[in-house]
Nanobody, 123 residues
Framework: QVQLVESGGGLVQAGGSLRLSCAASGRTFSSYAMGWFRQAPGKERSFVGA???????YYADSVKGRFTISRDNAENTVYLQMNSLKPEDTAVYYC?????????????????WGQGTQVTVSS
């Protein structure tokens, strides 16, 4: 069983930055692919990006060039650096872990989920 705890959300003005963290329990973190998703009010959960166990990353088109995912396996933590934030980035952000080295953008590919952290971008 893996537990994920997100932190770092908050209120920021448009154009600003935030860094989200996701701390994971367990000794097999380095072998998991990790993903970030978000869910805005009244909308379905959507893929933001992922980082595979080998370090490869990929992103949704809507955040490409603005968001960066990284991981620190020694700290069992994955990060989501968000720059040039827009009001439409407002959502609850979730991190997720997949028991595979690589993962896709479909939420069902992930086995463990955090509780989410709210990000609000004001215009």
């Amino acid at each position: 069983q893996v537990q994920l705890v997100e932190s770092g959300g908050g209120l920021v003005q448009a154009g600003g930055s935030l860094r989200l963290s996701c701390a994971a329990s367990g000794r097999t973190f380095s072998s998991y692919a990790m993903g970030w998703f978000r869910q805005a009010p009244g909308k379905e959960r959507s893929f933001v990006g992922a980082i595979w166990s080998g370090g490869s990353t990929y992103y949704a088109d809507s955040v490409k060039g603005r968001f960066t995912i990284s991981r620190d396996n020694a700290e069992n933590t994955v990060y989501l650096q968000m720059n040039s934030l827009k009001p439409e980035d407002t959502a609850v952000y979730y991190c997720a872990a997949a028991r595979t080295a690589a993962s896709g953008s479909y939420y069902a590919a992930y086995d463990y989920w955090g509780q989410g952290t709210q990000v609000t971008v004001s215009s």
